[in-house]
């Protein structure tokens, strides 16, 4: 995210990916925003101090692209004609799956699938955004748009923001590991960096995903290296979130990690650049508009096409561990930016992985959407869908305007961050 240069770091930030895509698809360039990064600015509230450290050009070792033969599954996996109607090709075809995806499916799966006819009804009639997700109520939008202020104001602590206009669907993909590989010079030379894009696979289920890491940290013991992964969630009250709340989180930050450690684990040997030119149909010699080329070369690199700029990130990643393996879900007061309540959270392996498995089931179409458990039918509370939706719920329960705006707050802020 930010791009490292002798007068400080900038970052590129993308728009909604689904603004974009639409931009593209009618030939009209997209504008999107590019951070140039101001005085590195620690947030009180982080785990660990960091000292902030001179900000320093990293040399590009250029190697070639190692192709990869075979990984099982995932290269033989051809699109079959009846799987044109899945809802993973309808919604997220050329794009990946969204981690918010997970996270949407996870807390109610039959919301989810509401939620993607009702996005896409929007897009053809060009209603108001938030209309389809928390419900368009005045109080809903306010704690949206509260949480998305915040993160905006967290990012700008590091970043500088300036506008680039892509042309291109390289350009977009570009643009999003550009982010990445100045983030992590950031976050190598200063122990911190904000709104991390990430792009990468799961090989277990042969898809590509794409999110954005609110925050990762360097641990303060010199002798750790692994990266801290940090999700915060801005609060509507003062209270400390349900379980429910809690476990879509963990779910979200465990996602983040398995992406992340995929990438560190196949960097020195078998990165799949040609399997991520194919899955999102894209040209690796297609050449970069002329604000990105100028943004590579502000982060001390040369890139003229897709395929320099894939190089290089393949090229980030080997200077990269694992993540640690105790991730941090922070809950913070809009009212006063004071934490609410922070968790610890052990990574498991095999539960995100499930987790992730569970999902595309459904995106796959191997599936119908479930409704909630009976035990968590109180969410259909705060669902507008809930008139349309056959869950045998208590449509008599009294539902709080500010509990269900921290609902649709954190769920929509998932979502718009990718």
Same mark, same amino acid.
């Given at each position: 995210?930010?791009?490292?240069?002798? +007068?400080?770091?900038? +970052?590129?930030?993308? /728009?909604?990916?689904?603004?974009?895509?639409? %931009?593209?698809?009618?030939?009209?360039?997209?504008?999107?925003?590019?951070?140039?990064?101001?005085?590195?600015?620690?947030?009180?509230?982080?785990?660990?101090?960091?000292?902030?450290? %001179?900000?320093? &050009?990293?040399?590009?070792?250029?190697?070639?692209?190692?192709?990869?033969?075979?990984?099982?599954?995932?290269?033989?996996?051809?699109?079959?004609?009846? /799987?044109?109607?899945?809802?993973?090709?309808?919604? *997220?075809?050329?794009?990946?799956?969204?981690?918010?995806?997970?996270?949407?499916?996870?807390?109610?799966?039959?919301?989810?699938?509401?939620?993607?006819?009702? +996005?896409?009804?929007?897009?053809?009639?060009?209603? #108001? *955004? =938030?209309?389809?997700?928390?419900?368009?109520?005045?109080?809903?939008?306010?704690?949206?748009?509260?949480?998305?202020?915040?993160?905006?104001?967290?990012? =700008?602590?590091?970043?500088?923001?300036?506008?680039?206009?892509?042309?291109? *669907?390289?350009?977009?993909?570009?643009?999003?590991?550009?982010?990445?590989?100045?983030?992590?010079?950031?976050?190598?030379?200063?122990?911190?960096?904000?709104?991390?894009?990430?792009?990468?696979? %799961?090989?277990?289920?042969?898809?590509?995903?794409?999110?954005?890491?609110?925050?990762?940290?360097?641990?303060?013991?010199?002798?750790?290296?692994?990266?801290?992964?940090?999700?915060?969630?801005?609060?509507?009250?003062?209270?400390?979130?349900?379980?429910?709340?809690?476990?879509?989180?963990?779910?979200?930050?465990?996602?983040?990690?398995?992406?992340?450690?995929?990438?560190?684990?196949?960097?020195?040997?078998?990165?799949?650049?040609?399997?991520?030119?194919?899955?999102?149909?894209?040209?690796?010699? &297609?050449?970069?508009?002329?604000?990105?080329?100028?943004?590579?070369?502000?982060?001390?690199?040369?890139?003229?096409?897709?395929?320099?700029?894939?190089? *290089?990130?393949?090229?980030?990643?080997?200077?990269?561990?694992?993540?640690?393996?105790?991730?941090?879900? &922070?809950?913070?007061?809009?009212?006063?930016?004071?934490?609410?309540?922070?968790?610890?959270?052990?990574?498991? #392996?095999?539960?995100?992985?499930?987790?992730?498995?569970?999902?595309?089931?459904?995106?796959?179409?191997?599936? /119908?959407?479930?409704?909630?458990?009976?035990?968590? =039918?109180?969410?259909?509370?705060?669902?507008?869908?809930?008139?349309?939706?056959?869950?045998?719920? #208590?449509?008599?329960?009294?539902?709080?305007?500010?509990?269900?705006?921290?609902?649709?707050?954190?769920?929509?802020?998932?979502?718009?961050?990718?």
């Amino acid at each position: 995210m930010v791009r490292t240069s002798s +007068e400080g770091p900038i +970052e590129i930030v993308s /728009d909604d990916e689904s603004v974009y895509f639409e %931009a593209v698809s009618s030939s009209t360039p997209a504008k999107h925003t590019l951070s140039s990064a101001s005085k590195f600015h620690r947030n009180g509230k982080s785990i660990d101090n960091v000292s902030v450290k %001179a900000k320093r &050009r990293l040399c590009m070792c250029v190697e070639p692209d190692v192709e990869i033969e075979d990984y099982g599954n995932f290269l033989k996996r051809k699109k079959p004609r009846e /799987d044109d109607n899945t809802l993973l090709y309808r919604f *997220r075809n050329k794009r990946g799956l969204y981690v918010s995806d997970v996270t949407r499916t996870e807390w109610c799966e039959r919301q989810m699938e509401f939620t993607l006819f009702s +996005e896409e009804e929007w897009k053809n009639n060009n209603e #108001d *955004r =938030q209309s389809y997700f928390g419900g368009g109520s005045r109080r809903n939008n306010k704690a949206i748009k509260a949480g998305r202020d915040r993160h905006d104001q967290l990012q =700008q602590e590091v970043h500088y923001m300036v506008e680039v206009e892509v042309k291109s *669907r390289e350009d977009d993909m570009a643009m999003k590991f550009v982010n990445f590989i100045n983030g992590v010079n950031q976050l190598l030379f200063e122990g911190l960096t904000r709104e991390l894009p990430i792009v990468s696979f %799961a090989f277990d289920q042969g898809i590509w995903m794409v999110g954005k890491i609110d925050e990762v940290q360097m641990p303060r013991a010199k002798k750790h290296h692994n990266p801290i992964l940090v999700e915060t969630k801005t609060r509507f009250q003062d209270t400390v979130p349900s379980e429910a709340q809690k476990r879509n989180g963990r779910i979200q930050l465990m996602c983040y990690k398995y992406l992340w450690d995929n990438l560190v684990a196949h960097a020195h040997r078998d990165f799949p650049s040609k399997q991520l030119y194919d899955y999102f149909e894209l040209n690796p010699r &297609r050449a970069l508009c002329k604000d990105l080329r100028a943004a590579c070369d502000d982060s001390g690199f040369s890139a003229k096409t897709l395929e320099d700029v894939v190089r *290089r990130y393949q090229n980030t990643c080997k200077m990269l561990a694992p993540a640690h393996d105790m991730l941090v879900l &922070r809950y913070e007061s809009q009212r006063d930016h004071s934490v609410v309540d922070e968790e610890k959270v052990a990574y498991d #392996d095999c539960w995100v992985k499930s987790e992730i498995h569970s999902c595309l089931e459904l995106w796959l179409g191997q599936r /119908d959407a479930s409704y909630v458990a009976e035990d968590e =039918q109180w969410k259909c509370s705060y669902c507008d869908f809930v008139s349309e939706c056959q869950a045998s719920t #208590d449509t008599d329960i009294d539902t709080d305007v500010d509990t269900e705006a921290e609902i649709m707050e954190s769920l929509a802020s998932d979502y718009s961050s990718e």
